[in-house]
């Protein structure tokens, strides 16, 4: 298993610039969700999914979007760029045992994106 | 919503000493509790958990946390700390039956020869 996958590892963008952030994992897990981490605060959670065509907010969720179509696949759209989201950002996936209890986090990579 | 407070950004500590990283959490309902590490310029590895039972966990790499319901709260511990061990540790929280993971702001440990 190449557990949880993301592209591109490094990524620079002009202001108002959009892109897409890949995540891919090949565990059949129900849960996806998208962090960024900044120096000093930690992670914080963007949007999560728990299932195909099932997608919610985070805690900072202006400016992204999010979509997940299949199982496998949740991909992060920056609309418009802003220095502001320039972080690292990782990926994460999950599974439950029975119902919404959800246990840990297997975490990408990360994607470091600098917005100029 | 959930808060996750670890108390101190930054622990200096020399090899072979013992470590505490402290993590408290508020919740007032049960809640699913992890550590995570994270080396330079990597992602983030699950070093422990605790979903239920003893309320002292083991882990990876000769570490053990202690699930303190009454103080809320699930300290990392490590009786003898190598170089090696130098990262970034995070705790988390999960609630039953909500879909959110809190994580803290992280705790830098230093390890010197």
């Known amino acids: 298993n190449a557990g949880v996958t993301q592209t591109p590892k490094f990524q620079v963008l002009k202001t108002g610039q959009s892109m897409t952030l890949q995540c891919a994992q090949d565990?059949?897990?129900?849960?996806m969700s998208w962090y960024r981490q900044d120096p000093g605060m930690g992670l914080r959670l963007i949007h999560y999914?728990?299932?195909?065509?099932?997608?919610d907010q985070g805690e900072v969720p202006n400016g992204y979007n999010v979509s997940r179509s299949t199982t496998e696949d949740f991909p992060l759209r920056l609309l418009s760029a802003a220095p502001s989201q320039t972080s690292v950002y990782f990926c994460?996936?999950?599974?439950?045992?029975?119902?919404?209890?959800?246990?840990?986090?297997?975490f990408g990579p990360g994607t470091r994106l600098t917005v100029t | 919503a959930q808060s996750v407070t670890q108390l101190d950004s930054q622990v200096p500590v020399f090899e072979e000493a013992p470590v505490e990283l402290r993590c408290n959490y508020s919740?007032?309902?049960?809640?699913?509790l992890f550590w995570y590490v994270q080396y330079p310029n990597q992602g983030l590895q699950l070093l422990l958990k605790?979903?239920?039972?003893?309320?002292l966990v083991k882990g990876i790499n000769g570490f053990e946390a202690e699930f303190n319901k009454s103080q809320t709260s699930f300290h990392l511990r490590k009786p003898s700390v190598h170089i090696s061990d130098t990262a970034e540790y995070f705790c988390?929280?999960?609630?039953?039956?909500?879909?959110?993971?809190?994580f803290g702001s992280g705790t830098k440990l230093n390890v010197k020869p």
């Open positions: 994460a996936s999950s599974y439950s045992v029975s119902g919404s209890k959800f246990h840990e986090q297997y």
């Open positions: 565990m059949n897990h129900e849960y």
């Open positions: 999914s728990v299932g195909a065509g099932i997608t």
């Open positions: 605790y979903l239920s039972g003893s309320t």
């Open positions: 919740s007032s309902v049960s809640v699913y």
């Open positions: 988390a929280v999960s609630q039953y039956n909500f879909n959110k993971f809190y």
